[in-house]
T-cell receptor
C-alpha cells in the first residue's frame, strides 16, 4: 500500500524560530492535506494542497507532486504552534480513503 | 469552512456495555464519512468508510460486528462500539467529505475509556 513518511519525527525549537516539515509519499495523489493536531486532539485543517504553493499567515506549504513530496513551513514560531503536524494523502487510484503520515511532533519553547 | 461535530467528546463506560458516537456535518451534506482510531502518540488509522444509505466498508483487521457504523442520512454517521473492552479504549475521530470535493474535514474526536 501507499507509504507516507514525515520528517523529522520530533522537533524542539525556541520561540521565534522557523521550521520546515517534510512529507514524502510513494504514489501519485489527488489530495494532500496538512493538519495540526492540538493538545486536545482536534485536527485543524491547515492546507489543502495537492500541488503548488499556498500561504496563510506565518504558515506556507508547497507540494511537488511529480517528485512526491510536500513541505510545510512555519515562520516565527509561537508556543501555540506546538502539537503534532500530519500530512494526509488520497491517491489517484479510485480509493476514497485518506492515508495519514507518521506525524511530526513540534514543541516550541518560550 | 465546513464544520463537523462529534459527540460525545469524552466517554467512560463499563466493560461489556455499548457506546455510540455521533458525527454530524453541520453546514454541508456529507456523502462520505470516515472513522479513524488513534492510539497514544501514533498516527490516525482508518477503520471504515461509510456512504449514505449503504453498508460501510471496513479496513482489514477491523471487526465489523464490534464497530457498527450507520450512515443513515447525509449529515449523520454513528459508530457504536459493542461489548466494549479495555483494549477498545482509544481516541476515535470522524471525518466527512462532500460530494465532488476531495478535501476532508474532521470532528473534535471522542476519547473512549473502558473500565
Amino acid at each position: 500500500g501507499i507509504q507516507v513518511e514525515q520528517s523529522p519525527p520530533d522537533l524542539i525549537l525556541q520561540e521565534g524560530a522557523n521550521s520546515t516539515l517534510r512529507c514524502n509519499f510513494s504514489d501519485s495523489v489527488n489530495n494532500l492535506q496538512w493538519f495540526h493536531q492540538n493538545p486536545w486532539g482536534q485536527l485543524i485543517n491547515l492546507f489543502y494542497i495537492p500541488s503548488g504553493t499556498k500561504q496563510n499567515g506565518r504558515l506556507s506549504a508547497t507540494t511537488v507532486a511529480t517528485e512526491r513530496y510536500s513541505l510545510l513551513y512555519i515562520s516565527s514560531s509561537q508556543t501555540t504552534d506546538s502539537g503534532v503536524y500530519f500530512c494526509a494523502i488520497r491517491t489517484n487510484f479510485g480509493n476514497e480513503k485518506l492515508t495519514f503520515g507518521t506525524g511530526t511532533r513540534l514543541t516550541i519553547i518560550p | 469552512g465546513a464544520v463537523v461535530s462529534q459527540h460525545p467528546s469524552r466517554v467512560i463506560c463499563k466493560s461489556g456495555t455499548s457506546v455510540k458516537i455521533e458525527c454530524r456535518s453541520l453546514d454541508f451534506q456529507a456523502t462520505t464519512m470516515f472513522w479513524y482510531r488513534q492510539f497514544p502518540k501514533k498516527s490516525l488509522m482508518l477503520m471504515a468508510t461509510s456512504n449514505e444509505g449503504s453498508k460501510a466498508t471496513y479496513e482489514q483487521g477491523v471487526e465489523k460486528d464490534k464497530f457498527l457504523i450507520n450512515h443513515a442520512s447525509l449529515t449523520l454517521s454513528t459508530l457504536t462500539v459493542t461489548s466494549a473492552h479495555p483494549e477498545d479504549s482509544s481516541f476515535y475521530i470522524c471525518s466527512a467529505r462532500m460530494y465532488g470535493n476531495t478535501e476532508a474535514f474532521f470532528g473534535q474526536g471522542t476519547r473512549l475509556t473502558v473500565v
